[in-house]
């Protein structure tokens, strides 16, 4: 697709769909795409988009910082950009040993030759390493460089390089600078936006953390050329999960478009980022912190994270674990009546079409007990009462609550254990 000098007419987009029963959303204005180029009050403007586009996180207390998308930039413009959000002379980049030989060399490079000093550090890969020992080497080797508080860091690679050089921001010299650079679909359209920064405890996912906002993300499209299938595929499970939870037309228009996103086409991949990233931005400017709206963004994730832990990280990837918790969410709220089995039917179509698991495999090890158990321990137990984000009324509105038909939670997990059981028998 040719970027240059697309003209867009905005209309506001209408939040048509509750965040939580009966809650429409007072933020639409900032639920619309903004040019990198024109500013203007009016909410009717026609704008000018070169080869990119901006969308906005809006906070207060000179928090708000822009998400650039775009899918070909030139190394001179992205490497202005990138250094216009390195507000000292230095920076650091961390990324990963599998990162690092594809993309390290153009990123130094782009933010080098526009006047700034750029060290480097890799990291092993994994999901595995984002754990507090990692994390350290980014704080000793930034006391080795003697870098001080005008530092920059800068996260180059998927959500797991996102989270912990995030988080090692947020606690080196009490907070620095630091811009994500997110490279994998899961980081570009949900990790790097929204400020949730940790890693892993041994005895719990991203138990320890802070809340920590980027300068900037800039998300280059053409960096996901490299990426695996499977890790494309997971992450578009969370580009889904913005459609159910509150855009029914995203989710009609994902419907439709889904071999493309596949197919890796620039022009809907633009499209799917830009939505998706307008949603959580909306989101988290409401509720940054998580009192209740932001919730809203877990649909599947109570039932994924028991699969994801239940069967072993590393088993499933997360988007994976999310798309058969997303079919249970859908399949409980059939059972309360809340949904139509027809939707139902359609989400199970839409992650079928994009190449997501929607069973446990044959030898699963997960039973009732062990997603009971495993859900109890979810961060959205309050009080001892689990509470879980399930589908509502028409597509596009979901609930976050803990008044739910209990034994129609159970009904479903006992479904698709049963179903997992009966295939091995
Ligand atoms: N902070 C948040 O709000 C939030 C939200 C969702 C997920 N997460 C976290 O994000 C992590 C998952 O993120 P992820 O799915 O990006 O995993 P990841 O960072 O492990 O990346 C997946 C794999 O792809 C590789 N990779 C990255 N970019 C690549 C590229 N361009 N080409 C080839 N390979 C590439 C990575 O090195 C890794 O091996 C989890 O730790 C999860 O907890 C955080
Ligand atoms: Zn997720």
């Known amino acids: ?33 903004r040019s990198n180029i024109a500013s203007s ?49 230095r920076c650091l980049i961390v990324t990963n040993d599998r990162v690092a030989p594809i993309l390290l060399d153009k990123y130094v490079e782009m933010i080098e030759s526009n006047g700034k000093q750029v060290d480097t550090l890799v990291l092993p890969d994994g999901e595995e390493n984002k754990s507090i020992d990692v994390m350290t080497m980014v704080l000793d080797k ?40 997110p490279t994998t679909v899961m980081s570009m359209v949900d990790s790097s936006v929204g400020g949730k920064t940790g890693v ?95 919730a809203t963004l877990n649909l599947g994730h109570t039932f994924g994270h028991a699969i994801e832990s239940g069967s072993g990280y590393g088993h499933w990837l997360h988007g994976e674990a999310v798309a058969i918790g997303t079919a249970m969410a859908a399949q409980m709220s059939a059972k309360m009546g809340w949904i139509e089995d027809s ?32 859900m109890s321990k979810d961060k959205k137990v309050a009080n001892g009462q689990l509470r879980l984000i399930l589908l509502k009324g028409e597509l596009g509105n979901c609930v976050f609550t803990g008044d739910f038909d209990e034994q129609a939670m159970i009904d479903t997990i006992d479904t698709f254990v049963a179903e997992c059981k009966g295939k091995s028998a």
């Open 200 to 294: 892993n405890h041994p005895l719990g996912k991203n138990m320890v953390g802070a809340f920590y906002q980027p300068q900037c993300v800039y998300i280059d499209i053409d960096t996901l050329s490299t990426l695996p299938d499977r890790e494309l595929q997971s992450g578009i499970s969370e580009i889904i999960k913005y459609g159910l939870i509150q855009d029914a037309d995203f989710f009609i228009w994902l419907e439709k478009n889904m071999d493309g996103l596949l197919n890796r086409n620039l022009e809907i991949f633009t499209y799917a980022i830009k939505r998706s990233c307008e949603i959580k931005a909306a989101v988290v400017e409401a509720d940054e912190k998580e009192a209740g709206l932001r």
């Open 343 to 374: 939707l139902v039917e359609r989400i199970y179509n839409i992650l079928l079409a994009a190449k997501l698991p929607l069973e446990l495999p044959v030898n699963s090890p997960m039973d009732q007990e062990t997603f009971l158990k495993l």
């Open 1 to 33: 697709m040719k970027y240059s000098h697309l003209i867009f007419s905005y209309l506001l987009m209408s939040v048509s769909n509750a965040f939580i029963t009966g809650r429409k959303s007072n933020n639409a204005a900032s639920l619309m795409p």
């Open 41 to 89: 009050s009016s909410s009717m403007m026609q704008s000018v988009v070169t080869n990119h586009e901006v969308v906005r996180v809006e906070l207060g207390d000179d928090r708000s910082y822009p998400i650039y998308i775009g899918g070909k930039f030139e190394p001179s413009e992205g490497g202005a950009m990138l250094a216009s959000h390195v507000h000292g002379n």
């Open 142 to 181: 930034a006391m080795e460089l003697g870098l001080d508080r005008k530092v920059t860091f800068v996260a180059l690679g998927g959500g797991v390089i996102g989270d912990m050089v995030g988080f090692s921001a947020a606690i080196y010299q009490r907070g620095v600078n630091f811009i994500q650079v």
